[in-house]
Nanobody
Framework: QVQLVESGGGLVQAGGSLRLSCAASGRTFSRYAMGWFRQAPGKEREFVVAVSWSDWRTYYADSVKGRFTISRDNAKNTVYLQMNSLKPEDTADYYC????????????????????WGQGTQVTVSS
């Protein structure tokens, strides 16, 4: 069982930055593929970015490429999402997700690929 706790959300003006954190419990965090998803009001949850557990391979949604950066610190059981040049359309609840995998280079893009989810943290970008 893995528990995920997100933090770092808040209100920011367009063009600003935020860094989200996702702290995970569990001793084998390093064997978990991780991802961030977001859900805006009235919209479906959408993929933002994913990272493999072995070689830090990453994949970004086109909408955030070049502005967001995912990183992970396996020693601290934490995944970060650095969000720069934020836009009003980035406003959403952001969720961290994890799943254990034996494939060290797996990058998982679909929500149904993930077994564990955090409670979400709200990000609001004002224009």
């Amino acid at each position: 069982q893995v528990q995920l706790v997100e933090s770092g959300g808040g209100l920011v003006q367009a063009g600003g930055s935020l860094r989200l954190s996702c702290a995970a419990s569990g001793r084998t965090f390093s064997r978990y593929a991780m991802g961030w998803f977001r859900q805006a009001p009235g919209k479906e949850r959408e993929f933002v970015v994913a990272v493999s557990w072995s070689d830090w391979r990453t994949y970004y949604a086109d909408s955030v490429k070049g502005r967001f950066t995912i990183s992970r610190d396996n020693a601290k059981n934490t995944v970060y999402l650095q969000m720069n040049s934020l836009k009003p359309e980035d406003t959403a609840d952001y969720y961290c997700a994890a799943t254990k995998t034996t494939q060290p280079m797996s990058i998982l893009l679909a929500a149904h690929d993930y077994d564990y989810w955090g409670q979400g943290t709200q990000v609001t970008v004002s224009s």
